[in-house]
């Protein structure tokens, strides 16, 4: 059971990033299972064969994974686990159409520094790395000039990261 949220007080970014970085973790799974599917489904022998597909297939998959999981409860299995939830910015759930648009527009956290590292023409793992570290550490930084630390995608999507902390 757990308590209504505590939408007063926004959570601490760092929590905020931790939850962030173990739901990258868990995304891990559902890529490897997900790419294991389309690669057996569509007979692909060699990695390079249909990775525009394989991208396009994997950016579905990992949609409906939280689209689905912020519309039935605002947790993903990392939020549950910080103690988080996603909800509109007056605390309601969040519906399907605005759980996809926050989806959509949470790759925000990459475009940018994606779209840098093509423009210079970088393809090193080691710097494409660095620069998308960078640019994410950036983005994160911009919640605090926002007066309710809103990422971006936050502020335009109507959504926000509010605790939800198990009753005692």
Do not use: C
Not at 107 to 127: D, K, N, Q, R, Y
Not at 143 to 161: C, D, I, N, W, Y
Request: aromatic letters at 14%; glycine letters at 8%.
């Amino acid at each position: 059971m757990t308590a209504p949220a505590d939408t007063a007080l926004p959570p601490a970014m760092l929590r905020r990033l931790a939850a962030f970085l173990y739901e990258g973790v868990l995304l891990f799974g559902v890529v490897f299972f997900a790419g294991y599917l389309f690669s057996v489904s569509t007979s692909q022998h060699h990695a390079l064969q249909g990775r525009h597909a394989l991208g396009a297939f994997l950016f579905v998959v990992i949609g409906i994974y939280f689209v689905w999981f912020w519309s039935r409860g605002g947790q993903t299995l990392a939020l549950k686990t910080w103690h988080l939830r996603v909800a509109t910015l007056d605390g309601q759930p969040v519906g399907q159409w605005r759980a996809l648009l926050r989806y959509l527009l949470a790759w925000l956290w990459f475009l940018p520094a994606l779209v840098s590292a093509w423009a210079m023409e970088i393809h090193s793992g080691g710097a494409l790395s660095a620069i998308v570290l960078g640019g994410m550490v950036a983005y994160a930084m911009l919640a605090r000039l926002h007066p309710q630390r809103l990422l971006l995608h936050e502020a335009l999507s109507g959504t926000r990261v509010v605790n939800q902390f198990p009753t005692p």
